[in-house]
């Protein structure tokens, strides 16, 4: 499945998850739906991420030089 449509399909859960936690009062059931959507949106952006990586790898790949690059100076 789709990294997107399964993401969306978390967060969604996640919702609905957390709404039947406030209508029975249920904070476990709450904080895992509040966990659910988080976990929907984290695979939603790593998704669009894989996407422009594949669509600019180029560009992936300077921002990444740059990343590191600017992480050894502050380290050494």
Do not use: C, H, W
Not at 53 to 59: C, G, I, M, R
């Amino acid at each position: 499945m789709d990294d997107r449509v399964e993401g969306t399909a978390r967060e969604f859960g996640g919702r609905v998850q957390e709404a039947a936690g406030n209508i029975t009062g249920d904070a476990k059931t709450q904080a895992q739906g509040l966990y659910n959507q988080a976990s929907g949106q984290a695979q939603q952006a790593a998704a669009q991420f894989s996407d422009v990586v594949k669509a600019q790898p180029v560009v992936a790949s300077l921002v990444a030089l740059a990343i590191g690059y600017v992480l050894g100076r502050l380290t050494a």
